[in-house]
C-alpha cells in the first residue's frame, strides 16, 4: 500500500514501549545473529549425531551440547527480567570459555578433536563469530542491568 | 539441484542481504520494499524445494549427504518468515538490519547445498 518508506516511516521508527528493552534496538541484531548460530549449531549437530554419532562421540556430544547452550543464550537474551539475565549471562560465559578452551585445545593437540566442533580453530568454521558474539552479547548485557532500567521487571 | 538456478538464488539473496543491511544502517524501517525482498528470497527457497524434491527423478542426484542438505534447506526456509515476523512486530531500523542478516545467512546456507549437492562429483 505504500510506494515509497519516507517521512511516515521516520515517525515511526522513534522507540515505543517495549516488554524487555534488551531486546530492542541493535540488541535485535545480536539476538537474530545468536539465533542464526543457533540454528546452524543445532542442525549441524542433528546431521553430526544422527549418521556419525559414533565416530566421534566427545565431539559431536559437546556439538550438541554447545547448539543447547545457543538456543538457551538466544531465549535469555530476549527474555526480560533478572532471572533471564543471569541466565544470558553464564550461557555466554559458558560459550566464550569454551570456544577459548576447545579452540586452544584444537590447535594445541588437534588429534584431541579431529573433527569440526563449532569451536574448532575458534570457530573458524562460522567465521569466528562464536568467538566475537559472546564477547558482544557480555558488552550489551553490561549496558543493559535490569536494575538499571525500570522496564525490566525482577 | 539447478546449478545455474542456485547461483541465481545466491545472488538475489546477497542482493537482498545488501539492500536490508544499507537500508536499515541508513535508519529506514522495515518497508514494503525490504519485506518484500526477503519475500523474494523465500520464494526461491521454496522453488528450490520442489527442485530438489523432484531432481533426482530426473537423473540428478545429490552427491552428498541428502540429510544435511535437507537440514539446510528447512533451516533457511525458517529464517526468512522468523525475520519479517520480527520486523513487522517492531518497526525499528534495526529490523531492517535483521532482515539484512537473515538474507545473508541463506545466502550462505544455499551455497553450502550446492556444495553438499555438487561437490563431492567435482
Keep these: 500500500m505504500r510506494e515509497s518508506n519516507d517521512m511516515t516511516d521516520v515517525r515511526s521508527a522513534r522507540p515505543e514501549s517495549h516488554r524487555g528493552r534488551r531486546m530492542s534496538g541493535i540488541g535485535r541484531v545480536l539476538v537474530a545473529v545468536y539465533g542464526v548460530l543457533a540454528l546452524a549449531a543445532v542442525g549441524r549437530s542433528f546431521v553430526q549425531i544422527a549418521t556419525k554419532f559414533d565416530e566421534a562421540p566427545l565431539a559431536y556430544s559437546l556439538s550438541a551440547l554447545a547448539a543447547a547452550v545457543y538456543v538457551l543464550a538466544t531465549i535469555a537474551l530476549v527474555r526480560p527480567g533478572r532471572t533471564w539475565y543471569r541466565v544470558a549471562w553464564a550461557t555466554l560465559v559458558f560459550e566464550f570459555t569454551g570456544v577459548i578452551v576447545v579452540g586452544t585445545l584444537s590447535i594445541v593437540d588437534p588429534a584431541l578433536f579431529p573433527h569440526d566442533t563449532v569451536w574448532s580453530w575458534f570457530g573458524r568454521g562460522y567465521l569466528f563469530i562464536p568467538l566475537v558474539l559472546p564477547l558482544l552479547g557480555m558488552w550489551w548485557l553490561a549496558k543493559h542491568r535490569p536494575a538499571a532500567n525500570g522496564t525490566d521487571a525482577a | ?122
Design chain 2, 1 to 122: 539441484m539447478i546449478e545455474w538456478f542456485t547461483w541465481v538464488q545466491v545472488a538475489v539473496a546477497v542482493a537482498a542481504g545488501l539492500l536490508c543491511l544499507v537500508l536499515g544502517l541508513a535508519g529506514r524501517v522495515p518497508s514494503d520494499l525490504t519485506n518484500g525482498a526477503l519475500a523474494l528470497v523465500e520464494l526461491l527457497l521454496v522453488v528450490q524445494l520442489v527442485v530438489a524434491i523432484a531432481a533426482p527423478a530426473f537423473g540428478n542426484e545429490p552427491t552428498g549427504s541428502v540429510l544435511e542438505f535437507y537440514t539446510y534447506l528447512v533451516g533457511a526456509l525458517l529464517l526468512p518468515p522468523a525475520a519479517v515476523f520480527w520486523a513487522l512486530l517492531e518497526r525499528s531500523r534495526w529490523s531492517t538490519v535483521v532482515l539484512g542478516v537473515a538474507a545473508l545467512a541463506v545466502a550462505v546456507m544455499v551455497y553450502r547445498m550446492l556444495q553438499i549437492w555438487t561437490v563431492q562429483q567435482a
